[in-house]
């Protein structure tokens, strides 16, 4: 992947940095990118970037130092940034919600932890053992056996974290067996429940298109 990717979407332009680049490779080509963008640009308008950081998490310093960049360009503004992970600050967040559970204890084999609403998990769930909610589920901790979110029929609920090694995803009356070849590997995967009702998986990064209610409740 090269160091900044441009994309666009339904909702404007984005920023793609690669999280193995070094920051000076990507301020370099963040600036040779918008170069070229201004001189094949005719627009008068103000057009604005978000850019999406993936697993890299900017210190203020390096936010600053994108923001100097931009100054450089009349007509190019930076919208906001996009980490593609759920920080500390995502969780409290979260927490501070009076729907949503803390949950840090181990789930062993054959045990079942059953709550009602949004749970964030900083524990670890065992193999053969099932975290189960009403509401949604982010993990922070480890899951290694069953996670059930929108029990028993809410297929409008998520699960959202490093879901590379569970047993199992269900959301609603819906079930995913976790394949080798899927999810990806990282805490910004996303389990939704499609328009067509089946179970799978997206970004991070993509949860506005995936599920707005979700993604204005996490800050965006």
């Known amino acids: 992947m090269q160091a900044v990717v441009l994309r ?18 990507i301020k370099e080509k963040l600036r040779e990118l918008l170069d070229n963008l201004a ?38 503004q930076i919208h906001k940034v996009i980490p593609d992970v759920i920080t500390i600050e995502d ?15 181990t789930i062993r084999n054959g045990q079942t932890l ?9 524990g670890v769930i065992n193999e053969g053992g099932r975290l189960l909610t009403t509401g949604n589920i982010y993990v922070m901790g480890t899951a290694l056996g069953i996670l059930q979110a929108g029990y028993p029929s809410g297929e409008d609920k998520v699960v959202i974290g490093d879901l590379k090694h569970a047993q199992q995803i269900r959301i609603g009356e819906q079930i995913s067996i976790v394949e080798t070849d ?6 910004q995967t996303v389990a939704y429940v499609n328009d067509l009702h089946v179970l799978q998986y997206g970004q991070l990064t993509d949860l506005k298109t995936i599920n707005p209610k979700i993604y204005h409740q996490m800050g965006g």
């Open 8 to 25: 666009g979407n339904q909702d404007g332009y984005q920023l793609v940095l690669d999280q193995a680049a070094s920051f000076n490779e």
């Open 39 to 76: 001189a094949d640009s005719n627009a008068t308008n103000q057009i604005s970037f978000d850019v999406l950081s993936n697993q890299r998490l900017l210190t203020a310093e390096q936010n600053k130092q994108l923001e100097l960049i931009f100054s450089d360009y009349d007509h190019f």
């Open 91 to 105: 969780a409290l967040h979260l927490k501070e919600q009076d729907n949503v559970h803390l949950a840090t204890q």
């Open 114 to 122: 059953e709550l009602k609403g949004d749970v964030l998990y900083l």
């Open 182 to 187: 899927q999810p990806a590997e990282g805490n």
